[in-house]
Every structure is written in structure tokens, then in C-alpha cells.
């Protein structure tokens, strides 16, 4: 994959567009926006179906800046489109990507071709490598090309680390939350 990554905090230039929305709205769902104390996954109170955003013009800038990697990636078919697949892939730190899962569909990650994408994606032995994070409401899991890290509910106070651990000569997945750094 080689989207430009976006932040959803307001701060960072939009990447150019490549896609139109069109009827997709999801990230008005899935998307916690702390300024209006939306949570995470449920349909902001702005957002009318039909008509979208009613506060378009004013709407926070975590609305306005805010682009999923579908829309802004050439590489990602009409399958990948949010409100298709139920995945929206997005990031806010270089070298990490988030699927967020529509929570009514919550098992939409493992559905194909989505599952063996994101597994590719998650391939460390390349020389930018991601970590993949795929989270269902609040909870983290962190995908490897072997399988899943299931971290449990998120700890918003702390980061993730993952990687591998060499025993015995095989190589083993690992994630867990750390303390974030002051
Ligand atoms: S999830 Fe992506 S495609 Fe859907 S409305 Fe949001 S930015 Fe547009
Ligand atoms: S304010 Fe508008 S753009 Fe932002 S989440 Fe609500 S409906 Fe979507």
C-alpha cells in the first residue's frame, strides 16, 4: 500500500482525494469525535441518512481533515469502500495502519479478500514495515501474517508494542500495551 498517511486531528493538510464518498457516511459512525463527544460507533447526531452532515460547513475539523486511506488510495477497489467492506483503514502514526470494524459487523476483518490483504500488509520482512491494528469497538487485536493478537479492550491511556520473539528458532508474534511515554 503506498497511501499517503492522514491525521484526524485537524492539525496535518488533507491529502488530495482520489475517490468520492459517494454514498458512504461511515466514518460519521465508527469514528470517535471527542469535540462533539460522539463515541465510537454510533451515528453522530449531525448525520441524517439521505442528506449527510447538517453542520457540513462547521463541522470540527477532525470531520473536515479527515480521509480514510479508501479514499485517497488508487490501490483500493470498490470492494474496500467503508461502507462495503465495513472497514475503515485509516492512520494517525506513520508506519501503523487502523481498521476500524464497523461494530455491527464486527467479524467483516475476516472476510476475504480483506483478511489476506491486511495479513500482507502486516508482513514486518519489508523495508517499511506496518504494524496492522484491527479494532472492534473497543477492542485491539494486531495482525500478523500468522494469525492475531487479541489485546482485549483498548487502554487508551497506553501504546501498543508488537513484534516478534525468537524461541527455540521460530519466530513468535507478540503485542502488548505499554505505559505512553510523558
Ligand atoms: S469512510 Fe471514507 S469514503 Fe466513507 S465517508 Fe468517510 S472518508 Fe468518505
Ligand atoms: S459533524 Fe458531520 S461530518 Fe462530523 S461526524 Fe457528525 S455528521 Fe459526520
Known sequence: MSAVLTERDGRGPAPPQVKP???CSL???ILRINVLEKPAGAWCHHFAKGSGCSIHSTAPGECRKFQCYWSIA??????WRPDRSKLLIWSNVPGRIIVDVDPSHPNAWRHEP??????????????APMEVLVRIKDRMLVIFP????DLGPQQTECSISS????ANGRKIPYAQFVEARA
Open 21 to 23: 464518498c459517494g454514498e
Open 163 to 166: 513484534g516478534y520473539h525468537v
Open 114 to 127: 480483506f483478511l489476506s490483504q491486511l495479513r500482507a500488509w502486516a508482513n514486518r520482512d519489508v523495508p
Open 27 to 29: 466514518c460519521c459512525k
Open 146 to 149: 500468522e494469525g492475531e493478537v
Open 74 to 79: 488508487d490501490a483500493l477497489g470498490e470492494e
